[in-house]
């Protein structure tokens, strides 16, 4: 059964403070991880991708993988009020063409 | 224009009418897909086309009848929708439909369905 799993919070953290944002994946096959950015009543943006076993840092955003616990995670340092939004996983399906599949995702509240 | 665009942005439809959604993508992509987003639901894949092909269809009722007349266009077919269909219909281009680090998806801004 195909299922990506995702606290759905909601997650309150101050500004400047460290957001961790959880997932955890069942398809051991999975090569490709993705985490979309969702503002209230807006489409999904892509914020990092990682493919690789271990830490992938673009900015304030960390992306880390652990294939053998098949678990992604996406911290955000320094969070901000403008980082308040939904943040979904999406991992790619092995054998299935096209087929990313979504967690529910975490909505994160940024305190000032 | 640039990115994905998608019309109308909402739309309200009553059970017994028939409309279509639109999308276009400006990237030159060669794979589109349609999604449905329902509150506390995760998104869920509707229809996926490669270069204007369709290659995955998740058991979605007939009543959605997607149409890709060529690889920027995509549209979506509503007949005879129930109250439960109303949701945020969201349609996505990528490069192809491998999703490797060359291929993530891009999503248009969506429509807002709401069936009556």
């Known amino acids: 059964q195909k299922e990506v799993e995702q606290n759905s919070g909601p997650l309150s953290v101050p500004e400047g403070a460290i957001a961790s944002l959880n997932c955890t994946y069942s398809?051991?096959?999975?090569?490709?991880f993705f985490w979309y950015r969702q503002y209230s009543g807006k489409s999904p943006e892509l914020i990092m991708s990682?493919?690789?076993?271990g830490d992938k840092e673009d900015g304030r955003f960390t992306a880390q993988l652990n294939k053998a616990s098949q678990y992604v995670s996406l911290l955000i340092r320094d969070s901000q009020p403008s980082d308040s939004a939904t943040y979904l996983c999406?991992?790619?399906?092995?054998?299935?063409?096209?087929?990313?599949?979504f967690g529910k995702g975490t909505k994160l509240s940024v305190k000032p | 224009e640039t990115g994905v665009t998608q019309t109308p942005r909402h739309l309200v439809m009553g059970m017994t009418n028939k409309k279509s959604l639109k999308c276009e993508q400006h990237l030159g992509h060669n794979a589109m897909y349609w999604y449905k987003q329902s509150a506390k639901k995760p998104l869920e894949l509707m229809f996926v086309y490669s270069l204007e092909e369709r290659v995955e269809n998740n058991s979605v009722p007939s009543r959605f009848s997607p149409e890709c007349p060529n690889s920027s266009h995509l549209f979506l077919h509503l007949h005879t929708l129930q109250p439960e269909d109303s949701a945020l219909y969201l349609c996505a281009s990528s490069q192809d439909v491998r999703h490797d680090y060359n291929s993530p998806l891009h999503f248009g801004n969506g429509t807002r369905l709401t069936v009556t």
């Open positions: 990682i493919y690789s076993n």
């Open positions: 398809d051991r096959g999975s090569q490709s």
């Open positions: 999406a991992v790619n399906w092995r054998g299935s063409q096209g087929n990313l599949i």
